[in-house]
């Protein structure tokens, strides 16, 4: 009897679903990836602080069949229809339902410096990060983006990776992916 199994590729698999059932359309942003879908039309539109996220799909080496739409969805979760992107007196930035209200993570603004297309981006970012450690010398997992002194965690080796990985960018240092 012959061997009828076939051979599936998972990454492949998930890639052609997100591409296939991952976008949707906004009025104001046209069309942008989901944070999460039910594949029937339902769509959680946002992003979390947190990596994988959307804002580090071309740093994790997603490559977007759409680049329009993964334009669209970079304006969109850097932006106040994000429900999780706050801005204040001391920063701009995403959150996450896992931290208090308004809580700008450390790890996001890296992210948004790390996959910034102009190394102006990079520097303006690395400038605010330094500016946002309440103090400590350190990064954190979040801080009120009104009073950087109001943080979560106050020694968080995964943000401080991020920044040091971001200020090695800005020096030339790509990691290749």
Not at 26 to 38: L, M, Q, S
Not at 76 to 83: Q, V
Not at 127 to 156: C, I, Q, V
Request: proline share 3%.
């Amino acid at each position: 009897m012959k061997n009828l199994s076939v051979k599936i590729n998972p990454k492949q698999e998930i890639y052609e679903g997100t591409e296939a059932y991952g976008i949707t359309k906004t009025e104001e942003f046209g069309e942008i990836y989901a944070y999460e879908t039910d594949g029937f039309g339902q769509y959680n539109l946002m992003d979390d602080a947190n990596v994988p996220s959307l804002l580090s799909m071309e740093y994790l080496g997603y490559n977007a069949k759409n680049e329009e739409a993964a334009e669209n969805t970079r304006r969109f979760i850097l932006s106040e229809a994000n429900p999780y992107y706050y801005e204040g007196n001391k920063a701009a930035g995403i959150g996450s339902p896992h931290t208090p209200a308004k809580y700008i993570w450390h790890i996001a603004m890296a992210m948004e410096g790390l996959t910034a297309k102009s190394k102006e981006k990079k520097l303006e970012i690395l400038h605010k990060l330094a500016e946002t450690d309440g103090g400590t010398g350190l990064m954190h997992e979040s801080f009120h983006a009104d009073d950087d002194t109001n943080y979560t965690r106050e020694w968080f080796s995964w943000s401080n990776a991020m920044f040091s990985e971001l200020v090695l960018d800005y020096c030339g240092y790509q990691i290749k992916r």
